[in-house]
């Protein structure tokens, strides 16, 4: 169905992905200001010509790389205003940033008066420049959306946007502190949450969204789910592997860092390619901010979020020490051997009645036995009560994380580093076809509603 249906989209389709292709950074003349006399035959009118050195907000939106960060310094309170509301500066910093080891040596060379005056007067800058400390960020990320949230002017839509960013910010007594990361306020949002502390953590997993995920949708959901992935984490944690680092603790990340597909662009890979960029951004600010003391990092990634993933890891510039791929329509990847990922340490988990998992819809398919990878034993029990089982068995395809799953109880030895636990299980138990539907799949019966529903 979805073959036949792809075929009347094709003609019309366009991708509507980000194209992030690299800029030359321009060349910044040295400082001077001159006056030439334009005569006319009734009089002289000194006129000023600009030849490059006045910095001001045109000259930051001209600039990339360090010259943009340098720029940037040198504002004074109202034009670091100006610059955080013009388009072309909220581009560069969102769209084409400097380089995380480049911002991180920025920073860290500011003093404490020039720091506090950039995350006052350009906090949605600040808030999403990768090498920037963590708390940092989140301090410059909540100040933009209270004032948006407060504007009179603020639009239905971009309001409903902040305010399920507001909701996801909200937690439990007892439960970690939420850090808001990522913040990008522009068309239909992106947004990644932090549930622990990324500058201290041991353990970091990030999760990356399938189709229809929307900041507007599924922002807060979507937060509470890596809740219940980082508390399962925590439970598990006395039989935590060793890490190389000196961190503490788990951090897990609801990272709405892409524009996921909808049903006018599933076709495409252009969203996962520049959702790959963006990942690859993601974990080397965290590289960069955790130098000297590396977490064991994660990646657990959900539908066309894992081809994303998949398209990250295989790229050369971004490394993993584990992954974890789940209700995956494939990718362009064809072993787990092209991924940098530590040796056995790739995951596939495919659920009962999932008609996405195992269609290798995008290329190939991550849970065939020619990939490589680890296929998860998820069969569990329907009702694991009555099976006598400790975890039921995900159904379909967005119950995955759900709390009392064999597949999120998986995923979370992963992400403490015991994997090997969950290869023993695969040894011991039955893994059959019985999760794995065919190619026949029909990616239009997976609705928005339906993702990730929560008890």
């Given amino acids: 169905m979805l073959l036949i249906a792809a075929a009347l989209l094709t003609a019309s389709m366009h991708s509507l992905g980000v194209i992030e292709a690299p800029v030359a950074p321009p060349t910044h003349a040295a400082t001077a200001t001159v006056t ?69 040596q920025w920073w860290a060379g500011l003093g404490a008066d020039e720091q506090g005056t950039l995350l006052v007067h350009a906090p949605s800058i600040i808030g999403n420049l990768e090498g920037v400390p963590y708390a940092v960020r989140d301090r410059a990320n909540r100040s933009t959306l209270t004032t948006g949230l407060a504007d009179p002017d603020t639009g239905a839509a971009h309001a409903a946007m902040l305010g399920q960013v507001r909701d996801s910010l909200r937690r439990e007594p007892g439960d970690p502190q939420r850090f808001l990361i990522t913040l990008d306020t522009r068309a239909a949002g992106r947004a990644a949450i932090s549930i622990g502390d990324l500058d201290t953590a041991a353990d970091v997993t990030v999760i990356v969204p399938g189709m229809f995920f929307t900041v507007t949708g599924q922002m807060a959901d979507f937060t509470n789910t890596a809740n219940d992935l980082a508390s399962e984490q925590a439970t598990l944690a006395p039989l935590a592997a060793g890490g190389s680092g000196d961190g503490t603790g788990v951090a897990v990340v609801a990272w709405m860092g892409y524009r996921t597909p909808d049903l006018s662009n599933i076709m495409s890979l252009s969203l996962a390619d520049s959702g790959a960029q963006r990942l690859e951004r993601a974990v080397d600010g965290l590289r960069q901010i955790r130098d000297g003391d590396q977490p064991r990092l994660n990646i657990v990634a959900h539908s066309y979020g894992s081809t994303t993933a998949l398209m ?26 092209d991924l940098d990922v530590a040796s056995d340490e790739v995951f596939v988990g495919v659920a009962h009645s999932d008609p996405i998992a195992g269609s290798g819809y995008y290329g190939t ?41 064999a597949s999120l109880h998986d995923v979370a030895l992963i992400g403490i580093g015991r994997g090997d636990l969950v290869r023993e299980q695969v040894r011991r138990g039955s893994t059959g076809d019985d999760g794995v539907v065919g190619a026949s799949v029909d990616m239009y019966l997976v609705r928005p509603q339906d993702l990730q529903p929560r008890d």
């Fill in 36 to 104: 030439v006399a334009l005569v006319s035959e009734r009089h002289a009118v000194p006129q000023p010509v600009m030849t490059g050195g006045q910095i001001d907000v045109d000259t930051v939106a001209d600039a990339h790389g360090r010259a943009f960060l340098d720029d940037l310094g040198v504002l004074g309170a109202g034009d670091l205003r100006r610059a955080a509301d013009d388009r072309r500066v909220v581009a560069t910093a969102q769209d084409d940033p400097p380089a995380a080891a480049v911002v991180a």
């Fill in 312 to 337: 990250a890891l295989a790229s050369g510039r971004m490394s993993a020490d584990t992954l974890t791929v789940l209700g995956s329509p494939g990718s362009d990847v064809r072993s787990a051997a």
């Fill in 365 to 405: 398919d991550p849970g065939g036995s020619s990939f490589g990878a680890t296929v998860m034993n998820l069969a569990g029990g329907a009702d694991a009560l009555a099976a006598g089982d400790l975890f039921r068995r995900p159904v379909g395809h967005n119950d995955y994380l759900k709390p009392g799953t």
